[in-house]
Each structure stands twice: as structure tokens, then as C-alpha cells.
T-cell receptor, first 114, second 111 residues
Framework: GAVVSQHPSWVICKSGTSVKIECRSL??????MFWYRQFPKQSLMLMAT?????????EQGVEKDKFLINHASLTLSTLTVTSAHPEDSSFYIC??????????FGPGTRLTVL | GENVEQHPSTLSVQEGDSAVIKCTYS??????FPWYKQELGKRPQLIID?????GEKKDQRIAVTLNKTAKHFSLHITETQPEDSAVYFC??????????FGSGTRLSIRP
């Protein structure tokens, strides 16, 4: 199967700082990537759809100014959590779409905000 | 909006017995239904999927059924083994190619 990587795999930061998470499709081009957030013992919740060369589409209730998404190339999407607070601590997972009904997940990034 | 409901939230079965997880979806335009297995701290792994033009699909000990009229689909695991213990998510692809996940089922296999 296709490979999607995420970096970093985990990060600890102080409250008020910003954190950038990268999602890369290593062996295919992805015009669309998705960002999910997963709290402990909960399901994956779609945050936004990242489209190469255009603005991301955010799900209802997700603050676009807090979760900045940039999809600058066909293999890279970034999620920046701005002014992070402890309640932003979560497991963030991206997925990359290769073709219709075919998405591949990254390994996830565990964010802990102190 | 689109919604996927999943039951039960937890399931404990004796090793060797069968496990069944059920889901319903709301978007009648959904046409693809994957099932994922997730171990703690790891990414979801696709274990089986089914498309809306098929009623049943089987892969060794795992099978999935789909009732498009009722908007129900189910995962069946037979001859369960300890390594089947994990959290399982059903999902439905919306018309916008977004994956809508169910709430998850924590499956425990008792030795």
C-alpha cells in the first residue's frame, strides 16, 4: 500500500506556543488530504479537508484561525496549532487520498500542551 | 449532516467465539464502507471494505454485510483470537469523499 508519514510523531509544548505538524504522501501525489483529531478512547473526528493549491475546508466547530492548514504541494500538507492550550492536547492523524475511496493514514502525532 | 452510529461500544467474547459489530449510516449517497482496526497509539488499519453494489464480502475470518435499504452494515469476526483485541471503527464515505467514522467498539478476547 501507499505510504503516508507524519512529523513529528509526538510533541510537547508550552501553553501559548504554536506547533506545526507535517503530513507527507511518500509515493503518490495527493490533491486532497484530511486532518483528524482523536481524543483518548474516542473516535476520529474530521477537522478539515486540505486541498492542494486552495484553501482548506473546515468542519463545523473547528476554528480555522486556530488550526491553520497549508497544502502547498501534492505531497505535503501542514497543520499548525496556533496558541496551543492544554485542551488542544490530542492525537492528530492525517490521511492522503490517492483516488476515489482510497485514503491512507499517517501514523499520527501526539500533541501534549503543558 | 452525515452520521454513522456504531454498537456496541465494548464487546467481550471468549476466544474462538464470534464477534459482531453493527453500524448504521445516514447519508443515502454513501457508497463505500470501510472497517478499521486501531491499536493503542497507532493509525487505523483497513481490514475490510464493501461497496454499495455488494451485499456481503468475506476475507478469511472476517466478513462484512451491507443492507443498503436499511442503511445498516455489520462486521463479523469468526474464531476470534487474542490478537483480534483492539478498537474497531466502521466508516462511511460521504458524497464529498470524507470518511465519517463510527464511535468505535473496543473488542476484548477472553482466553
Amino acid at each position: 500500500g501507499a505510504v503516508v508519514s507524519q512529523h513529528p510523531s509526538w510533541v510537547i509544548c508550552k501553553s501559548g506556543t504554536s506547533v506545526k505538524i507535517e503530513c507527507r504522501s511518500l509515493d503518490f501525489q495527493a490533491t486532497t488530504m484530511f486532518w483528524y483529531r482523536q481524543f483518548p478512547k474516542q473516535s476520529l473526528m474530521l477537522m478539515a479537508t486540505s486541498n492542494e493549491g486552495s484553501k482548506a475546508t473546515y468542519e463545523q466547530g473547528v476554528e480555522k484561525d486556530k488550526f491553520l492548514i497549508n497544502h502547498a504541494s501534492l505531497t505535503l500538507s501542514t497543520l499548525t496549532v496556533t496558541s496551543a492550550h492544554p485542551e488542544d492536547s490530542s492525537f492528530y492523524i492525517c490521511s492522503a487520498r490517492r483516488r476515489e475511496n482510497e485514503q491512507f493514514f499517517g501514523p499520527g502525532t501526539r500533541l501534549t500542551v503543558l | 449532516g452525515e452520521n454513522v452510529e456504531q454498537h456496541p461500544s465494548t464487546l467481550s467474547v471468549q476466544e474462538g467465539d464470534s464477534a459482531v459489530i453493527k453500524c448504521t449510516y445516514s447519508d443515502s449517497a454513501s457508497n463505500y464502507f470501510p472497517w478499521y482496526k486501531q491499536e493503542l497509539g497507532k493509525r487505523p488499519q483497513l481490514i475490510i471494505d464493501i461497496r454499495s453494489n455488494v451485499g456481503e464480502k468475506k476475507d478469511q475470518r472476517i466478513a462484512v454485510t451491507l443492507n443498503k435499504t436499511a442503511k445498516h452494515f455489520s462486521l463479523h469476526i469468526t474464531e476470534t483470537q487474542p490478537e483480534d483485541s483492539a478498537v474497531y471503527f466502521c466508516a462511511a464515505y460521504s458524497s464529498a469523499s470524507k470518511i465519517i467514522f463510527g464511535s468505535g467498539t473496543r473488542l476484548s478476547i477472553r482466553p
